[in-house]
């Protein structure tokens, strides 16, 4: 029989597990359980058009919680993903109606444009060594003045030839969770099961330790934002789509809720840790309660307060396991 001493060592990492799928599940409960209160109170939520709405309400904040979940499993943080958001819908807004380069060239153009401004705050926070806080929240007023510029006030246009596409059904299948589910087997899902996601996760778990065994650190830390960046743009473009003009707050929500749905779908603010479903889940989660307030007559007011509140619980939860993980050092460097 193993020495007592020798099974110490699994409780960790037993631990470990539980933790990083306590999350997605807990999500997946949840959202079975607040979809089936919304369909006591509007039955036709679950018909095709109904389940259609729903997604299209929930894929720009599960894009968003994406690239927000790159980087923070790297254990950085983008507050600049709703000022990127709103900079690239503001220029497809503006630019696609009547372009020369066709709606295709304006969408390649808009994914180039949020690799761009990814790979600022990637410089800014890599090589120039300034915290990614600090860093993402000056570059998010930039953005957002940028955003401003193009469009100083809700406008623009879309092709409803893009926006229906974008925002249609395929049959009883919304395009929207299409989109979603090319966005995550192209790009999400490879990037969590390659090399170089490994790389952002040692190095959201010990970046020192990294370095130590020859990881370009700096390198990672670029392309964590540099894909934030992406993911941003796709968000913005489908945004774009739904509304079918621009506007220069749109992206003001997902910030916060982006990072709040990472959080609710078990990543940990300290990095390292994390799954590929859980922030689509805590996505879809968020987005379906926030939504469901309207329908259950809830004022103006007091959705504004209950989504304050739910920010705030979860953040501070996800705050709490940050002080559990190290010391105040710690917590301000990130």
């Not at 959202?31 to 089936?36: R, S, T």
């Not at 039955?43 to 095709?48: D, E």
């Amino acid at each position: 029989m193993k020495p007592p001493e020798a099974a110490r060592p699994a409780a960790p990492r037993r631990r470990g597990r539980i933790e990083k799928h306590l999350g997605p599940v807990s999500c997946a409960i949840g959202l079975a359980v607040v979809i089936g209160l919304y369909a006591l109170r509007q039955p036709l939520i679950l018909s095709p058009f109904g389940l259609a709405s729903l997604a299209n309400v929930s894929v720009p904040l599960a894009l968003a919680a994406i690239g927000q979940t790159i980087v923070l499993l790297g254990a950085g943080l983008d507050l600049s993903i709703g000022a990127e958001i709103t900079l690239v819908n503001c220029f497809a807004a503006t630019t696609m109606q009547g372009s020369p380069l066709g709606i295709g060239g304006i969408v390649v153009l808009s994914l180039l444009i949020g690799l761009g401004l990814g790979a600022v705050n990637g410089l800014i926070i890599a090589y120039g060594r300034v915290e990614p806080l600090i860093a993402t929240f000056c570059t998010s007023f930039i953005y957002g003045g940028a955003a401003l510029i193009i469009l100083p006030r809700p406008g623009g246009a879309i092709p409803a030839g893009f926006a229906n596409a974008l925002t249609g059904n395929w049959g009883i299948l919304p395009f929207s969770l299409v989109l979603l589910a090319a966005a995550v087997l192209l790009a999400w899902i490879p990037v969590f099961r390659s090399r170089l996601g490994r790389f952002i996760v040692a190095v959201g778990d010990d970046a020192e330790s990294a370095r130590v065994s020859g990881l370009p650190v700096r390198r990672v830390e670029m392309t964590s934002y540099v894909l934030a960046g992406l993911f941003a743009a796709i968000a913005a473009l489908f945004l774009a789509a739904e509304t079918t003009s621009g506007d220069p707050t749109i992206g003001s929500i997902y910030t916060l809720n982006s990072l709040a749905a990472a959080v609710l779908g078990g990543v940990a603010l300290t990095g390292g840790r994390g799954t590929a479903i859980g922030p689509i889940l805590g996505s879809f989660l968020l987005s379906i309660i926030l939504n469901a307030l309207g329908v259950f007559n809830v004022s103006a007011f007091w959705q504004d307060c209950i989504e304050g509140l739910i920010l705030m619980v979860v953040l501070g939860l996800g705050g709490l396991r940050l002080l559990r993980g190290g010391n105040w050092l710690t917590v301000l460097r990130q």
